[in-house]
């Protein structure tokens, strides 16, 4: 028997499409709140997607700062070590509750992921000015630990790179983002202390020393602990457990920042600012009665000094004019020459030098495309005082720069400590 098919009937069709139409535009579309950016939550379109790189002491203290931002989302964690990668990987999870954070061994595949905006980079220092130009080429922005250089050609090129590729970069020189040294520094800049004559800067440790090996130990297997991506640019040598832990500078061969380059990066820096974030000083003299005196193009001079200061906590800073002085240290106190300094203002007091405003500074130059405190520019001029300092402390001698050229006036020695060939394959 032929089965009758029913005649198809324009006007029946038409009229059962429109009363589904409707019904399904009666029906509630349910969008989750943090699609839309409410209840406090941050909408996609306005997150900013970070990776991080070298996550180990200081690179843990860090990523918990970013991660107490509502607009940040972290999807991928690199490090030579196995144990951190997935101690990372717990805690990003736990906090989202998924299971989506990613782990690397080689940094080069976390910047490939295109949907990354930014990578937090807190490696060993011997890592920091090679993998910031290799994020900043696959066009990240960055925020990186400091020492950011290992030496002055280093910081050059750093810098130049991030003009070039139009990145915003934040060293982590945090301390420009509290209120009591961004005060301290604007009496300084603004006149408030008369002509400028002196600033002072803690370098807590006033020595410079090439680096040497450690005893032989079996290396571990490369999944564990990827010994040759630790080394990375540095000259190799043996592995050792205690180069991984703790703070070492180089891990290979060169000239060794020691305190001028750590604590120095930080203390130098702020007297950078202090004195309008000028190019570095052009005169490095050799250390005397535990000071070491450099001078810049304007007569002022900056002066590394281990004792001598108030109480105010670690990182301490004095800067000093024709009128009037100022000291700050990481307790977050001042001292003034003069109680009218503070011009009746109540200057917030936050001690043990949080990073959380600097990061948050950072996050914002991101979305605006703006410069942070902390930039390339500023980075290269306060390391390349450093360096430079470094190497007058290293001949024992007196050395001039010339800030214009980048190089030592007539001193053939002290130009061959501007620089250090990488191991393969690394290049800048």
């Known amino acids: 028997m032929t089965k009758k098919v029913a005649p198809f009937h324009r006007r029946r069709f038409l009229k059962t499409a429109i009363s589904a139409a409707s019904a399904a535009f009666a029906a509630p579309m349910i969008i989750p709140s943090s699609a839309l950016g409410l209840d406090g939550a941050v909408a996609p379109s306005e997150r900013i997607v970070v990776g991080g790189i070298g996550i180990g002491n200081r690179g843990t203290y860090d990523l918990g700062c970013f991660l107490e931002q509502k607009d940040v989302q972290f999807i991928g964690v690199c490090d030579v070590k196995e144990a951190r990668r997935v101690g990372v990987k717990k805690k990003v999870d736990e906090l989202y509750g998924n299971g989506n954070c990613a782990m690397y061994r080689d940094f080069r595949e976390i910047l490939d992921r295109n949907e990354i905006n930014a990578v937090l980079i807190a490696t060993g220092p011997n890592w920091h000015a090679t993998m910031a130009t290799y994020a900043a080429n696959a066009g990240k922005d960055i925020y990186c630990e400091k020492p950011c250089t290992k030496n002055i050609s280093q910081s050059l090129l750093l810098a130049d790179t991030i003009r070039r590729t139009a990145r915003v970069f934040q060293a982590g020189t945090q301390r ?19 002509k400028m004559k002196r600033v002072y800067a803690h370098p807590a440790g006033m020595q410079a020393v090439t680096s040497g090996w450690l005893p032989a130990e079996p290396e571990p297997e490369k999944g564990v602990v ?60 050799a250390p005397k009665e535990g000071e070491l005196m450099a001078r810049y193009e304007s007569g002022v001079e900056l002066i590394f000094r281990e004792k001598g200061w108030i109480p105010l906590g670690s990182c301490p800073v004095r800067f000093e004019g024709e009128t009037g002085w100022v000291e700050a240290g990481d307790s977050g106190k001042l001292v003034l020459s003069s109680p009218e300094l503070l011009a009746g203002r109540v200057v917030e007091e936050i001690g043990g030098y949080p990073a959380t405003f600097h990061v948050r500074d950072f996050l914002d130059c991101v979305k605006t495309r703006s ?58």
């Open 176 to 194: 420009r983002n509290l209120p009591h040294y961004s005060f301290a520094c604007g009496l300084a800049r603004n006149g408030k202390l008369g």
């Open 226 to 285: 990827d010994w040759d991506t630790y080394l990375g640019p540095a000259a190799w040598r043996p592995f050792n457990p205690k180069l991984l832990d703790g703070f070492n500078f180089e891990k290979g061969g060169g000239l060794v920042g020691g305190g001028v380059l750590e604590w120095g990066s930080h203390c130098v820096d702020l007297c950078q600012w202090a004195v309008g974030d000028c190019p570095p000083p052009v005169e490095y003299n």
């Open 371 to 428: 410069q942070p405190k902390g930039n390339a520019d500023a980075a290269r001029n306060a390391h390349i005082a450093c360096h430079a300092a470094n190497v007058a402390l290293f001949l024992n001698r007196q050395v001039k720069y010339d800030t214009v050229k980048n190089e030592f006036i007539d001193d053939v020695e002290a130009n061959r400590l501007q620089s250090e060939a990488l191991r393969e394959p690394w290049r800048l």
